[in-house]
């Protein structure tokens, strides 16, 4: 081998070294230095990073290619120790070389594979212990940032990442709550998402490029797969990451969590702009060994080398890092030896093979070697291997002094000392300020079979040692740790550890570690025997309520089901203790079946076990539910909150009293989705009539938005109803977790009926973000959409910057798997993309972005906007079909989606239409169908609306038209086209100059002006970007100028 082909790492391995002559050595001097045999898996890893720089690279094997990106995903497959994390650390030197690059490690342990989020939470752990280092003006810049990013929900990282209170000192609080009660589990994975990725932005935007190692992925638990997933996949994240996954392949196979990974990533490459390249790291052959042992060592026949190498390959499996310990261990122990005389190397190959035949195992040969160690330095490694794949000196020094370890002999000689002697023997290395790690992982695993106690009994005795010695805020910052050690060790299920099991299930709860919280709480439950189950019945319904709570999460239906029976069935349980289980039973109906009709009915009769009449049938009349509605308004009214603007108000806390407003929300629900209207109605004055006599829930500004709603719908008082939407805003703020929800109902259906839509953009963008943080992906991606879609064009902005949007928001709805928000998004996105098409058949709703039968399966929401969609594309391609669809259908939009925003500019374009026919036709039908449209617009402006002033003119100027009234007309018409000028709406300008001009041209007979307004309308349709419109008109402008 040439000397070129062993090149030098900052990260230290035991390799053979070569003199720079080339010429044999006399010793075999084992140093730290670099790769061997691997260039090609190096050069292909550098050529990704430049890549992901901007720099153009040669193709290579193994890879999915994508255009520029700013992300680049590697992974390494591999047996164990054959370098492939040396091989990732080979960037580190590139990277750190780079002014604000950063190079951070972490890495997923076998001995803690329920530790949720591990290998992720220390690379990230490394880069807030780099930033720390650094100047208070850059600490100061980059808390700012995460501030600003994250808002309230940095405290779950703080607790999860406990290094980012170094750089966060000035957010961080004295407590961490794991209450989610007012967070949806799957809400909150989301939110977690969201928070890591926020992250990531804030850091990678003050160090770029940003490379994560993620090592031992085989063992990383589904949480931190899919927070991998979310950082790469990240469009808006527009600086350099890349992200290098290390895994063992013989570790894993094709039904694995980690394969799946991999392969739904591979399908995302093109779709979220990312490079994905796959590198196996393969064993040394027999020929590799032998070219290694020529490059170090000469013999009178260098072919007996070949033997050497096959016995060093048939020991060690090829494994570099073994082949290496294997030729250290026969120098050592003299059975490789240098003979002066013939300067070459000798050995005997059948004693080699006979002495070492018990070392035929790579972690017996580790474990002789530690052995050979001092026994201090043995207990040592034993105790530190029992922690994890790394440790801390304050944990590590806690076991040692607790094993009485330290008598006055050894007090002489400090723990740095023996760990300073078992690093230089590269059995551990040091990974930060008094942290350190395993140079392998068998190394680890031989450590721990020292011991002459059973391993789990070893282990059970550290994990012991630790629980019963640490502070309650050590244990707490340790609880992942020291529950995984003894859970390892407790093969007897002593039960008094079923406590510590749960606390570590509610704290992965807290932190929507969901695998990881029902692996906690199911091994408690193993833990509890039948005598404690009845005498600590207490902690026995905790655990089966998390349990069955996460296996419900997770999909786990009959496993839920397992736990949920396991209740129900025991007397000395109450009505409120099973209730939670009965709670769950339907929503498992609900999210999983969709049962909206067995949901209603099972929640009835739960309502009723608590104590609360909720009586339906469907003989309800709307008589009996709108005089419910009347008598909640009125009281409503008349409170303090409605009449001084005093919105403060107690929690409610009251467990039946807040399973009563979960219950009758799975009706509102269920009832709303069902189409059962009257039902919905009368859940929604219950609810608030609940939050009046008992205190602020969880829902309940969602609830007093929904109120603001039915004000719209059944009484068209704007001012009342916009009252109750700014209540239900303020009481949202004691429940931050649906904020997104209460923001998106108070403004799309409620204040938009009372503000200019201008004012309505920032609220909706705030709810996006409020909603992401919380995970709310449902209300997340509604706000979003309100915010760049449906608000912009009824504001009448260029439908070119809208249409730039829909790539962008419709990958994010599809990641956060939002059907309904998504369908609603393509109907609009079809819609758009006609409008600006040049096609005759562009009125047809229907094309590459949206498909009818995609409507079969969301039929209420793609019901509503096919609907929506098709009138606004009839009014400007074929108005004549639009007045006879609107006498047709009348107001149905406004039913299926009563006062959304889009209710305003729908029922104008359908008025619009029906005066264009009746003035046309002069039939009776089309005229009144228009009048009573155009009452209906005058009614909301008496009430109150700013938005619709510009709309109720032109139907006035139509009207005065139609009877006429010219002069008026006229008048009327400019005012019209004045006023939306100046709103800036682009649509209806060009609109109403098309309008005025058809008046000019067959009412006043004045082509001449009717042609400077078509004129003005082709230029406005133009900014529009409504292409087939403008053909339309150039073709009537010139029949306008030959006249």
Known sequence: MKTSEIRQSKHKQQKLIVSPSGKRKRKLEFEFTGLIRREREVSMLKSRFRRMLGHPIDDGDGEQKSETCSKEVVFLSGLSGVGKSTVAQTLEQDVEALEHGIFVQGKFDQTASDKPYSGIAKAFGMICEKIDQMPDAVVKRVATKISEEFGTTVEVLMHLIPELKYIMQDYATTTFSTDTADHDIMNGLDSLRFAFRALTRALSAEFSPMVLVLDDLQWADISSLLILDCLVTDAQNRNPL?????????????????????????????????????????????????????????????????????????????????????????????????????????????????????????????????????????????????????FSLPTLQLIWKKSNILDRGVLSEPLEQLLATAEENRFIEKCGPKHYRWVHDKVQEASLLLSNKPMAAFQLDIGSSLYYCLDEKSLEEELFNVTDIINSGNIKKRPEFARLNFRAAEKAKGIFAVQSAANYAAKGIELLQEGQVLSNHILTLQLYTIGAEMEIALGNVKKADRYAEEILKRPQYSAMDKMPFKVLSIRKELIVDFKYDQTIERCLARLKELDYRLIWSRSTTSLQALVELKRTIRRAKN?????????????????????????????????????????????????????????????????????????????????????????????????????????????????????????????????????????????????????????????????????????????????????????????????????????????????????????????????????????????????????????????????????????????????????????????????????????????????????????????????????????????????????????????????????????????????????????????????????????????????????
């Open 639 to 1043: 409170t303090k909150m409605f009449k001084e603007t005093d919105y403060s108000m107690d929690k409610m806390t009251d467990q039946k009293h807040l399973l009563w407003m979960r219950l009758i929300g799975l009706v509102n629900y269920s009832s709303y989705h069902s189409r059962k209207y009257l039902l919905y109605v009368v859940g929604i004055c219950r609810c608030v009539q609940i939050t009046l006599d008992h205190g602020i829930g969880p829902e309940c500004g969602a609830i007093f938005a929904s109120l603001g709603l039915l004000v719209v719908t059944f009484q068209g008082d704007f001012e009342t109803a916009a009252k109750f939407a700014e209540m239900g805003l303020a009481m949202q703020k004691l429940h931050p977790a649906r904020e997104g929800a209460c923001v998106y109902m108070s403004y799309s259906f409620v204040l938009c009926w009372k503000r200019p839509l201008q004012a309505l953009l920032k609220p909706h963008y705030d709810g996006y973000v409020s909603a992401t943080r919380m995970g709310d992906s449902t209300f997340s991606c509604w706000c979003l959409s309100a915010h760049h879609v449906w608000l912009p064009y009824m504001m009448g902005k260029p439908l070119r910057l809208i249409l730039k949007q829909f790539p962008l928001l419709q990958s994010q709805m599809e990641e956060l798997s939002q059907p309904g928000p998504l369908l609603f998004l393509k109907i609009l996105w079809q819609m758009m993309v006609n409008l600006t098409s040049s096609f005759s058949n562009s009125h047809k709703l229907e094309g590459h972005t949206f498909s009818r039968n995609e409507v079969d399966d969301w039929e209420r929401i793609g019901g509503n906007m096919v609907h929506f969609g098709e009138g606004e594309l009839l009014l400007f391609f074929e108005p004549e079909e639009a007045a006879d669809r609107a006498i047709a259908v009348g107001n149905k939009f406004s039913k299926l989606a009563p006062s959304l925003c889009l209710v305003m500019i729908e029922t104008f374009h359908r008025g619009v239409a029906l005066y264009i026919m009746a003035r046309k036709t002069k039939q009776r039908k089309y005229k009144n169908h228009a009048s009573k449209t155009r009452k209906t617009i005058k009614k909301w402006l008496r009430a109150g609306n700013p938005n619709v002033e510009h709309f109720s003119l032109l139907l006035d100027a139509e009207h005065a038209a139609l009877n006429g009234a010219y002069a008026s007309a006229e008048k009327l018409y400019e005012e019209a086209i004045l006023l939306a000028s100046r709103m800036e709406y682009l649509h209806h300008a060009a609109l109403f100059n098309e309008r005025y001009a058809d008046f000019l041209l067959n009412e006043v007979d004045d082509a001449e002006r009717a042609s400077h307004y078509l004129d003005e309308a082709i230029r406005l349709y133009k900014q529009w970007g409504a292409n087939r419109k403008i053909k339309m008109l150039q073709s009537k402008l010139e029949r306008s100028l030959a006249l």
């Open 242 to 390: 890349m992200v290098i996954g290390c895994y063992r392949s013989d570790e894993v196979d094709e039904n694995s969590i980690l394969v799946n990974k991999i392969h739904a990533l591979r399908e995302k490459t093109n779709r979220c702009s990312f490079n994905i390249t796959e590198l196996k790291v393969e064993a040394f052959s027999a020929d590799d060994i032998s070219d290694l042992i020529k490059s170090q060592i000469s013999a009178g026949d260098e072919t007996i080398i070949d033997g050497l190498a096959a016995l060093c390959e048939k020991r060690t499996m090829g494994n570099p890092h073994f082949v290496l310990e294997f030729l250290k261990m026969l120098k050592n122990e003299g059975l490789l030896v240098y003979d002066g005389d013939s300067e070459t190397w000798t050995w005997d190959l059948a004693q080699i093979e006979e002495v070492t035949m018990s070392t035929a195992n790579v972690v017996v040969l580790l474990q002789s070697q530690i052995q050979k160690m001092p026994k201090r330095v043995q207990r040592l490694l034993q105790y530190a291997a029992c922690i994890g794949s790394s």
